[in-house]
């Protein structure tokens, strides 16, 4: 189906307004009628329609409701057309089968919309889908990204992204995969996996910034997942630790290098995401049921609230990592937690924790710079120089290998200085590098 | 309502429940008949059983036309399809259920394979 999102940019109003009642309308038509194909053409439809109709009338006051009428009538004639369509007709009854005029308002009759878009959500998110379905399902089906949008994405061609999205309705349809909130023994996993894929939806966007859409898509989707599940705390702290990401993108890059949190211009960082993001932090902290996301929210948290990177808290963000890895011990909280331990208890610590990790983080750039950073401050010049062409070598990102590049050529200069010094006065010593935190920023 | 293979596989030349001592291979066996009871109360179970190794195995293929009758190869050398149920059940979840409570049973990876569902059936 050609993405009628993208083919019409010439009206970005009533672009925005189709990327955002996307979702909740497939969202009801499935709810309506069980079927996400069924569901997804007669929205489409209905977009064409409002594409030539909201031109000349306008938008109208209620357009999410105006295309869930227009869509449930053209899938109630698009079903009578057709032979699988009558008999699947005959079994939905009364509610699905009235046509109604555009405008009518009782489409939500049966359950309000965000129940709808709860639903889906789950649907999408199932662990029987790979993540990467996961994944493109999230992004085009509650998104509303076009087809074309979410392989641009991904860096795949349309015609795959196609096929991927073919193949994971056929899963959902042929295993029947359901369309409902998980029974409450199951919800806290499943909720996870849900806020798993918008992080890595999130995270897609930040490794590259010709994706950067990706980052509000996913800060939206965390939105509408907050007042969708309003008793689980996860949902609101996975959001903080998005805004209070997002808030600093403004000072993390400057002439296309990363620059470090150490020598951000913290003025550049966005005020109002950080004010929204503490408060949800708050809010958290008070709920007192903390999880992975809250705690790394809280982590973010503390970063945010330091007016220089000499002011910061390392006590309360090792103590928060500590906590963090009760919860996840992972080697990458390992390594965050190594380089904070580097501004608490000095680099030869730092590096001790490290190299217990190493061996299982030995193909992630992130650690190898953050060993490149901890050994330069220890005076091992040439171990931190080799540490850092190997995550050069491994840096997925061209700001990364930028970034690394000049670490490494800062070492040259140091090794010419002190070379330069102890050929002019024996007696002079090269001062220790202020520490830095690499993955900090 | 659907109908879902629920199967494990088996490494071959594994014969593990022989290798238990007997009474540990009662306790196993009362655990798999108190969930096959519990699959018939609910109305889950449709059939189930376990299956002879490959070695007991026999692959009918066409070969240049002809029907050929051999004793292999199977889509998997290492492993093969060590018994199965087939049940009844609402959704991917409730089959999932079900697979997870064979899994507490028999401590083995169980495979979840949707029935094709024939049109009008």
């Keep these: 189906m050609t993405p009628i999102v993208a083919a019409h940019r010439e009206a970005p109003g009533v672009e925005s307004v189709f990327r955002e009642v996307y979702g909740q309308a497939v969202a009801t038509l499935v709810r309506l009628f069980g079927d996400l194909t069924l569901a997804e053409d007669a929205v489409q439809e209905a977009f064409v329609v409002a594409n030539d109709r909201w031109h000349s009338d306008g938008i109208p006051p209620n357009p999410a409701g105006w295309i869930v009428t227009t869509a449930r009538n053209r899938a109630i004639d698009n079903l009578r057309r057709s032979a699988r369509g009558r008999e699947l007709h005959e079994q939905l009854g009364a509610v699905a089968s009235r046509r109604q005029g555009p405008g009518a308002d009782d489409w939500g009759e049966d359950g309000s919309v965000s129940d709808d878009q709860l639903r889906l959500i789950f649907t999408c998110c199932h662990p029987a889908l790979r993540t990467e379905h996961q994944v493109a399902l999230t992004l085009r089906l509650l998104g509303g990204l076009s087809v074309d949008e979410v392989a641009r994405s991904f860096l795949v061609s349309e015609s795959a992204m196609t096929k991927r999205l073919v193949r994971a309705k056929y899963k959902i349809k042929a295993a029947k995969i359901p369309y409902r909130v998980p029974a409450e023994a199951d919800l806290p996993e499943r909720l996870r996996s849900v806020l798993s894929v918008i992080y890595l939806v999130y995270n897609t966007g930040v490794d590259d910034p010709e994706r950067a859409s990706l980052r509000s898509d996913a800060i939206r989707l965390a939105r509408a997942l907050v007042v969708l599940v309003p008793d689980e705390p996860e949902a609101p702290g996975l959001l903080a630790l998005m805004l209070l990401s997002e808030a600093r993108v403004p000072a993390r890059t400057a002439e296309g290098a990363l620059v470090l949190l150490r020598d951000q211009d913290r003025t550049k960082w966005d005020r109002t995401m950080i004010e929204e993001g503490h408060a949800i932090v708050r809010t958290c902290i008070r709920r007192d049921q903390p999880g992975p996301f809250q705690l790394q929210a809280a982590i973010q948290a503390v970063h945010c609230n330091a007016d220089s990177f000499d002011a910061t808290d390392w006590h309360q963000i090792v103590a928060l990592y500590d906590h963090l890895f009760s919860l996840m011990p992972t080697p990458v909280v390992a390594l965050n937690r190594a380089i904070a331990i580097g501004e608490t208890e000095g680099p030869g610590a730092a590096l001790s924790a490290l190299d217990a990790i190493a061996p299982d983080l030995d193909n992630y750039h992130l650690m190898h710079a953050a060993r490149g950073t901890t050994l330069r401050r220890l005076g091992q010049r040439d171990a931190a120089s080799a540490a850092y062409e190997r995550a050069a070598h491994l840096a997925p990102t061209e700001a990364d290998r930028r970034f690394l590049a000049q670490q490494i050529e800062e070492l040259a200069e140091d090794g010419r200085l002190m070379q330069h010094l102890s050929d002019r006065s024996a007696g002079a010593h090269h001062e220790e590098r202020p520490a830095q935190s690499y993955l900090a920023n | ?121």
């Design chain 2, 1 to 121: 309502m659907g109908q879902y293979l629920l199967s494990v596989h088996a490494a071959e030349g594994e014969a593990h429940e022989q290798s238990k001592p007997p009474e540990e291979m009662q306790k196993f066996m009362e655990r798999v008949t108190a969930l096959e009871a519990e699959m018939k109360a609910s109305g889950a179970f449709v059939f189930g059983g376990r299956l002879h190794g490959p070695d007991a195995a026999t692959v009918v293929r066409k070969r240049d036309g002809d029907l050929a009758i051999t004793d292999g190869p199977f889509v998997e050398s290492k492993e093969h399809i060590g018994g199965f149920y087939i049940i009844n059940a609402d959704d991917l979840d409730a089959a999932l259920a079900w697979a997870g409570k064979v899994v507490e049973c028999i401590n083995e990876p169980i495979e979840v394979w949707p029935f094709f569902e024939m049109p009008g059936a």
